[in-house]
């Protein structure tokens, strides 16, 4: 992955199936009202994200040219509060990370003063962190073994819940299992882009399965696309969510009416939120899932969250924020 560009919104299979997104993406960066950083009034803003102590970074990337505060006239949707795009208003067209402050920072009816809902902006903030890092500097993301490790097993368990919520695997530990080694192998290999030398080894000791078991689940992830008759050069399982849910369904043995991406994106949503839907397939969401619930913002079904990701949720938000701090 080092030598490639990490995926992109465009990569996705979510993405592509909502040409809405693009255009209110695209608006935004246009036309929204950019929050003023110069102001007397924006030092309150300031302060409040120093007042936290979570990380003497946030101030830096707050007050940064390439953290964009939008006051958008729409609010943007649930999944897109952050994303990293270029900024083709500026004159340098620099990728740059924007954050959508609709019922973040507003403006008193009374003064010239800035109201802050300082948790969600902090949330705000480390995901901007996390995405300009991701889109400018991927080697500092894939180089910390313990981050990525951390990621993968969230994702796992996030992935097996809502498959054990629709079929029912953890009467069987053997399938609840295979469910954990291959959602961490879709995670390292379809949204890190690792290959499958790195990616086993995680995806086998989060699993807790032996290398034959793993080595075997692969092979039959390959032959399931055999079957559905796709072309040898496109047959990766882990391509996009959509592929994954199929080739699982195939090796699973799942009923076809049951096991669907589109009910796995519905379910996903109604269980952990509606802003995290592009978890399912690109990292910096994923990441935010876990760092919004650590931060306490209720962003989105943060008990949910806390209880199906449990510890691995909280060591992985450490590790941005370390992460975070140093490239401060």
């Not at 299992?177 to 192998?185: D, E, F, I, Q």
């Not at 882009?193 to 080595?215: C, H, L, V």
Request: hydrophobic share 40%; aromatic share 10%; proline share 2%.
């Amino acid at each position: 992955m080092s030598e490639n560009m990490p995926k992109l919104y465009s990569d996705t299979y979510i993405f592509s199936k909502y040409p809405q997104y693009t255009k209110a993406l695209t608006a935004a960066i246009m036309q929204d009202p950019i929050i003023d950083k110069s102001t007397d009034a924006f030092k309150d803003v300031e302060y409040e994200v120093k007042r936290t102590r979570v990380s003497d970074s946030l101030v830096r990337i707050l007050m940064s040219s390439n953290t964009v505060l939008l006051d958008c006239e729409d609010p943007l949707p649930r999944a897109f509060k952050v994303f990293c795009a270029r900024d083709f208003r500026s004159n340098d067209r620099k990728i740059r990370a924007f954050i959508d402050c609709t019922g973040v920072i507003t403006k008193s009816n009374k003064s010239s003063a800035l109201i802050v809902e300082e948790t969600k902006l902090i949330s705000h903030l480390i995901n901007a962190a996390i995405s300009m890092v991701y889109h400018k500097a991927y080697s500092n993301i894939e180089r910390r073994q313990f981050l990525v490790v951390k990621a993968a097993t969230c994702f796992a368990k996030a992935f097996t819940h809502i498959i054990d919520y629709l079929v029912k695997i953890s009467i069987q530990e053997t399938s609840k299992a295979k469910v954990l080694y291959l959602s961490a192998m879709y995670f390292l290999e379809g949204i890190m882009g690792f290959d499958e030398t790195k990616s086993q080894p995680i995806a086998k000791k989060i699993a807790e399965i032996s290398d034959r078991e793993a080595s075997m689940l692969n092979i039959l992830m390959d032959k399931a696309m055999r079957v559905k008759g796709v072309n040898k050069e496109d047959a990766n399982p882990f391509e996009n969510i959509k592929k994954f849910t199929e080739a699982l369904r195939e090796v699973m043995h799942f009923r076809k009416e049951i096991i669907t991406v589109d009910i796995i994106m519905e379910k996903w949503m109604s269980l952990y939120g509606v802003g995290t839907v592009l978890a399912l397939e690109y990292f910096p969401a994923l990441s935010a899932m876990m760092t919004d619930a650590y931060i306490g913002g209720y962003i989105n079904n943060q008990r949910t969250i806390e209880t199906v990701c449990k510890v691995d949720m909280v060591e992985y938000s450490k590790e941005c924020l370390a992460l975070i701090d140093g490239i401060a």
